[in-house]
């Protein structure tokens, strides 16, 4: 089984100060793990992902993530947070290895940056 | 071509009605998924399919749910004997390959209403 939790329903953050959505995750093996970021009345738009390598992985719009094996965790971060920013993320996990994509997602995190 | 569409985006239903979700994906992509998301909740996996082979459809919620994709094209989502609780956004998604490693690109979904 693999699960995904984003502890924190809301995020507010001022513009311009950095910012971070967490996320951990649960999954048998090594994982895939990524993010996507939805705004309302639209789809999921993907924005990284970590497959293998480096485990600090550099997405759209200036988001990174670190993907840490020890702590289960894939934290979203980005510098400089914009207003334009402010959606609902998701946090998503994939067995590796595996023919599929079934993803597992996190509930959301819902940021918003004031101005 | 373009992004993964669509039809309806949004559909408001009787209770018993039968409801057809019809999903294009980017064209050349191999896999094809559907996700239901219910509200405040993140998208949770439905089916897959691979060209026109539906591999895995464990997250179907009953046999009221039917999906097929007879030419490995266009999808469709087939809800029959609608209830309440079937209100959801449905998503599809694609992939240009088979493999939990690949990108998945969403369509904007659609929101069914069972009244």
Redesign the interface.
Known sequence: AQS?AQPEDQVNVAEGNPLTVKCTYSVSGNP?L?W?VQYP??????LL?Y?TGDNLVKGSYGFEAEFNKSQTSFHLKKPSALVSDSALY?C?V???????????????TTLTVKP | GAG?SQSPRYKVAKRGQDVALRCDPISGHV?L?W?QQAL??????LT?F?NEAQ??KS?LPSDRFFAERPEGSVSTLKIQRTQQEDSAVY?C?S?LD????????????TRLLVL
């Open positions: 995904v895939y990524f996507y009345n639209r789809g999921l738009q993907f992902k497959i998701f998503a994939r067995r590796r290895n595996t023919n599929a994509g079934k993803s597992t997602f996190g509930d959301g | 993964v896999s998924f996700y405040g909740q993140g998208p949770e996996f897959y691979q591999l895995d997250g998503l998604a992939s088979a493999g939990s490693q690949e990108t998945q690109y969403f369509g904007p979904g």
